[in-house]
């Protein structure tokens, strides 16, 4: 029988697609632990046809309340962690996008980064989180540094263009506009999106409106409940959900492709029409 989360794969003839799965897991404090799921779920996303798998913010490490465990946690981009995920797309042959904590010059705070590594085991991109989750009471920048503002780093995945955003910035349109603006169009959002009244209806919003407002595909993957919301899921560039995974630790692999991208912005040219464009405050 066929899994219920398994790729629809694309008929004989049909367009290139590329199998892309957003990955659902609860990260905790122990970071051999969190590698071992990733192994386990990277397993199921390749088996199901995925060659990109992203997995949620603070997938290195991870409490329920933030504190100077964080900063301890943190490492430089060659470290541990980042190494170990290259380890693991060089031995299934994808790429792997997951957020981590990042040493900062002053060690007193960190930078909640994300980081994409390709099949040869290599970063291919960075993001440092812009917008910090100063809200519904919490304080992120009590222990995180805030990215600096710098040219979007993409990357290629077979001729599709790749950007990376996190979490709380899918709050801000601008950040994906920009990302848009220097060619992305595939935007992977690692989160951790914390439950709580109406954060369910806000986020399956805000991820859908992203994608469709700039006619790209959307891939967000979210901690797994009891504290993040789950729902983790692909939207395509009509606002269409092609794969959710609702409160269970899981992988859901879409199909995405330049065709597709290409026929909805023949339909709706929003982006050669706009007559507004993004810079810094």
Not at 11 to 24: D, E, K, L, R, T
Not at 44 to 67: H, I, K, N
Not at 119 to 137: C, I, M, N, Q
Not at 199 to 218: C, D, F, P, Q, S
Request: a negative charge.
């Amino acid at each position: 029988m066929e899994h219920p989360l398994a790729p629809r794969r694309p008929a004989a003839g049909s367009a290139v697609a590329i199998g892309v799965a957003v990955a659902q897991f609860r990260p905790g404090a122990d970071r051999a632990e969190n590698l071992r799921a990733m192994r386990a779920l990277t397993a199921t996303a390749v088996d199901r046809g995925a060659a990109l798998v992203v997995f949620p913010e603070y997938s290195a490490f991870f409490e329920p309340v933030m504190g100077p465990a964080f900063v301890a946690a943190a490492e430089p981009l060659d470290g541990p962690f980042v190494v170990a995920l290259g380890e693991l797309a060089a031995e299934f042959g994808v790429h792997v996008v997951a957020g981590m904590l990042e040493q900062t010059a002053g060690r007193e705070r960190f930078s909640n980064t994300v980081v994409a590594v390709n099949p040869a085991g290599r970063l291919v991109a960075k993001y440092r989180k812009l917008h910090l989750y100063d809200a519904f009471g919490d304080r992120e920048s009590d222990w995180v540094l805030a990215g600096e503002i710098e040219p979007p780093e993409t990357f290629d995945l077979a001729g599709l263009s790749v950007g990376l955003q996190t979490c709380y910035d899918i709050r801000f349109p601008e950040v994906t506009r920009r990302l848009v603006d220097a060619g992305a169009e595939l935007v992977l959002v690692p989160a951790e999106w914390v439950r709580g009244p109406l954060k369910e209806h806000h986020w399956r919003t805000l991820v859908t409106a992203r994608a469709l407002e700039n006619t790209i595909y959307l891939a967000a993957a979210d901690h797994a409940p009891p504290v993040g919301a789950g729902n983790s899921m692909v939207v395509d560039p009509m606002g269409v959900e092609l794969v959710t995974i609702g409160e269970a630790t899981d992988v859901a692999v879409a199909w995405v492709s330049a065709q597709r991208i290409a026929a909805v912005r023949a339909l709706n040219p929003a982006l050669a029409l706009r007559r507004f464009g993004i810079g810094p405050r």
